[in-house]
């Protein structure tokens, strides 16, 4: 492989990053954005309306050391936790699926990835490994609709 080669197949790899595959996923993209933006406006019914009923927070080791609680059940609870917070997270992407991340001096410290299922969030696992947020590609803002 030359190098212009290996430019071009970086180039293709990281425009499949940043936007999303499909119809199906622009929509995972819209809902998560949805949520975080209720989250951030304090939107209680709206968090509600956006989590399916049975959904679940979990998080590995390194989120749970990092401060972030290792589980919360039910689309109530859910809500509650995030009602009124995540102010300083910014959207990212990562392994081509939208979420969030809280940053730190430049530096993706925990990321919040979703599941989508049906137009509804089903799962939030906060991620910490240092080799998941290697991954985190921060993308423009819907909120301020500009690069945050």
Not at 8 to 22: D, E, F, G, I, T
Not at 115 to 125: K, P, R
Not at 130 to 137: D, K, N, R, T
Request: no cysteine; charged share 25%; net charge negative.
């Amino acid at each position: 492989t030359s190098p212009a080669s290996a430019r071009k197949l970086a180039s293709r790899a990281r425009a499949k990053v940043v936007q999303p595959a499909s119809e199906d996923r622009l929509a995972d993209w819209e809902i998560v954005d949805a949520f975080m933006a209720a989250a951030r406006g304090g939107d209680f019914e709206r968090l509600l309306e956006l989590l399916a009923p049975d959904a679940g927070v979990g998080a590995d080791a390194a989120a749970v050391a990092a401060g972030t609680p290792s589980r919360i059940e039910g689309s109530r609870e859910i809500a509650e936790f995030f009602n009124g917070s995540a102010h300083a997270a910014l959207p990212v992407t990562a392994d081509d699926r939208p979420g969030y991340a809280w940053y730190h001096r430049g530096q993706a410290m925990v990321l919040f990835d979703f599941t989508v299922v049906d137009g509804l969030v089903a799962d939030i696992t906060f991620r910490a490994e240092p080799e998941v947020l290697a991954s985190v590609v921060r993308r423009p803002n819907p909120i301020e609709g500009e690069p945050s």
